[in-house]
């Protein structure tokens, strides 16, 4: 099976362009060449006097290959330069050595780019072994910002494009137009505060290249439909904030990704694609984040499929509470086999939403409280059609619970009227295949369903009459729901004909919290509290995630 094709997306930085001087030893006299960065109020500077200009200042870059990476660095030595002599040098006083390259005395000075170097040594690597395909494109990301009055943005690494542009094609052996630069910044401040107050990567520039991403994957798209291609990004160089903007553009418009953060003498074999990488505190404290809002307003679906969509075995296994998420979500979509399947995992043994689960699902009650749940949870995420085919799927439900409870306590296996024989076994298969969704008929004909609610003490009969009774002038709107017709002003009579008769209030719309609810479950026990179990499960859920998300 042939490897995905590949998009490298790199950033640029201030330091990623370095000069390469000799360096005399003061004892053999013998010149060693070393790299060496530029102070960075230079950067400008120098990069202008190469590029522009009727005489720019000669250079030439070396070939990225492992020769360069052996060149070694002067990290505590920096260089200046000076536009008026057109000179490189440290300054004096910088641990006692004095490095000078004079334009004018001795011509063309050579430059290199080590962590760029790095990463085509370890895209090389990736290819030979068979873990990534053909590279399709090549995008640099780096900033311009033209000078104000007010700011000179003396450090701008404004040429660093065109100083690598036709190495960096060489070395990756494709054509020097497959290789193109985004200048996300040309302008204004390079930050800004959300409404938290929390410090982040412009609009203005992540838009820029988001765009570009996106522009990128049209132009594959159209290329070849079929072919999707993996993003490589390579964020090693360049401004910390953009790391986490171009990582989740090209997680978006890319679907696969894999990070290339080659260091400049790269171990051999480190970090490869097929290594499944753990997810960063940051990204799991904000997935987190959004799971919570989701899971306190009821979307119990969506906060299991944000926890666990493109998150691996071993990640689950890290954050078990994933895995505990997706059990309740089975639970209450009806898939009861899978929601024990989850809760079995020795990951999530120790957590407390498998326990306040297994506690629901042992309840004789089970199907009745995992019924109001979803109309709880269905109504806290304003799914208004959902909500109204749950309360009739209920009030179905409630009765044949209370006919299976009364049966079970009158010990009666046979009934025989009308020539309808029923026996318990035969209601319990029909209470367990009692459907989701009301749209389905009842396994039981509404007239044997009667004659067995004749049998049934008054006040069972009472409670199951005073909730039908409510329910009884919304009943017309079943239908729309049922067939997603159900409008929002459809919704806003329900809601003001259940509130005019008490079982709701105009900033209360609870299917737990209601009385009529809490009498149906007492039924069976009296100490069976919907409102609280629903709660408890959500609480558990959000402890869960609290406790055991950032464990190593």
């Not at 001087?21 to 109020?41: G, H, I, W």
């Not at 065109?162 to 996300?184: N, T, W, Y």
């Not at 407390?352 to 629901?360: A, K």
């Amino acid at each position: 099976m042939s490897k995905p094709p590949c998009v490298l997306l790199a950033t640029l930085g201030r330091t990623d362009v370095q000069v390469v001087l000799p360096v005399e030893d003061p004892t053999t006299k013998q010149s060693t060449p070393y790299r060496f960065s530029l102070v960075a109020p230079s950067t400008r500077a120098f990069h202008q006097a190469c590029h522009e200009g009727d005489s720019p200042l000669p250079w030439q870059l070396l070939p990225m290959e492992e020769a360069t990476l052996q060149i070694p660095e002067k990290r505590d030595i920096l260089l200046e330069y000076d536009a008026a002599s057109r000179e490189l040098y440290s300054p004096l006083g910088q641990k006692n050595i004095f490095v000078k390259h004079s334009f004018s005395e001795h011509g063309r000075v050579t430059l290199c780019a080590p962590i760029l170097t790095a990463t085509v040594l370890q895209l090389r690597e990736w290819r030979n072994a068979g873990t990534i395909g053909d590279l399709l494109q090549v995008v640099l990301f780096n900033t311009r910002r033209q000078p104000t009055p007010e700011q000179k943005y003396e450090t701008e690494p404004i040429y660093a494009f065109q100083f690598v542009q036709e190495r960096l094609a060489q070395a990756l052996g494709i054509d020097k137009s497959l290789v193109s630069e985004c200048i996300f910044l040309e302008q204004g401040d390079l930050y800004e505060e959300d409404q938290l107050g929390e410090r982040h990567l412009a609009y203005e520039a992540a838009r820029r290249m988001d765009e570009k991403i996106r522009e990128v994957r049209e132009l594959l798209r159209q290329r070849n439909p079929k072919r999707v291609p993996m993003a490589v990004i390579a964020d090693v160089g360049g401004i910390p904030e953009t790391k986490a903007v171009l990582a989740a553009s090209a997680r978006y418009r890319f679907g696969n990704v894999r990070f290339l953060r080659a260091t400049e003498r790269p171990p051999r074999g480190v970090c490869p694609p097929t290594v499944q990488r753990l997810i960063s505190p940051a990204e799991s404290l904000e997935t987190r984040r959004h799971v919570r809002t989701l899971v306190q307003m009821g979307a119990f679906e969506a906060a299991a499929r944000l926890a666990n969509d493109f998150v691996t075995d071993q990640q689950r296994q890290t954050e078990p509470w994933r895995i505990a998420l997706a059990a309740v979500a089975a639970a209450l979509r009806g898939d009861i086999s899978q929601a024990q399947q989850h809760c079995s995992s020795p990951e999530v043994t120790p957590l407390q939403t498998p326990q306040r689960l297994g506690e629901i699902l042992q309840c004789p009650q089970s199907r009745l409280l995992l019924t109001a749940f979803r109309v709880e949870a269905a109504l806290r995420s304003q799914s208004w059609a959902e909500a109204l085919r749950g309360m009739f799927t209920f009030l179905d439900l409630a009765q044949l619970q209370a006919i299976d409870h009364f049966l079970s306590q009158q010990k009666m296996h046979c009934v025989n009227f009308d020539s309808h024989p029923l026996n318990k076994a035969a209601l319990n298969v029909s209470v367990r295949n009692l459907p989701d969704s009301p749209q389905n008929s009842v396994p039981l004909s509404p007239k044997v369903v009667k004659k067995y609610l004749s049998f049934l003490s008054d006040p069972t009969k009472q409670t199951l009459d005073t909730l039908e009774q409510i329910f009884k002038p919304i009943r017309r709107y079943r239908n729309l729901a049922t067939h997603n017709w159900l409008k929002q002003r459809h919704w806003n009579r329900v809601r003001n004909t259940l509130c005019k008769q008490g079982f709701w209030t105009q900033k209360n719309l609870q299917f737990l919290h209601p009385q009529p609810i809490k009498d149906i479950f007492r039924l069976f026990r009296n100490d069976l509290d919907p409102e609280a179990l629903y709660q408890n499960l959500v609480d558990a859920i959000l402890e869960d995630m609290d406790r055991y998300s950032l464990r190593a």
